[in-house]
């Protein structure tokens, strides 16, 4: 068993181009199975200039989109550098912050 905690804690890279996208901010839960359904991450500066987007805003990272959970990454797979529709709907992958 893992803490939230210690998942914050981890960079997440993306296995796609190996770039750091950050750490974990937040976690979408199911709450009818108790399931994590995807892990959030906090954007500012890098990761939004690659989406091409500069308001602050969140990348929601599918669970399925988990490669490995290591000592100190999270892997993750983005295809396409962050193509949304390859994922899930885009209007659920990237959010404004509110």
């Known amino acids: 068993m893992i803490k939230i905690s210690e998942l914050s804690s981890k960079d997440i890279v993306n296995m796609e181009n190996g770039k750091r996208l950050g750490h974990l901010n937040d976690l979408d839960i199911n709450l009818e ?17 690659l ?5 602050h805003q969140e990348v929601i990272i599918p669970w399925k989109n988990i490669l ?3 000592s100190d990454v999270i892997l993750v797979e983005l295809p ?6 390859k994922l899930q709907e885009p209007s659920t992958m990237v959010r404004k912050k509110s």
């Open 33 to 49: 199975t108790g399931k994590i359904e995807a892990i959030i991450i906090a954007s500012s500066g890098k990761v939004m200039q």
């Open 51 to 55: 989406l091409g987007q500069r308001d």
């Open 68 to 70: 490995k959970i290591g």
């Open 80 to 85: 396409d550098r962050y193509n949304v529709a």
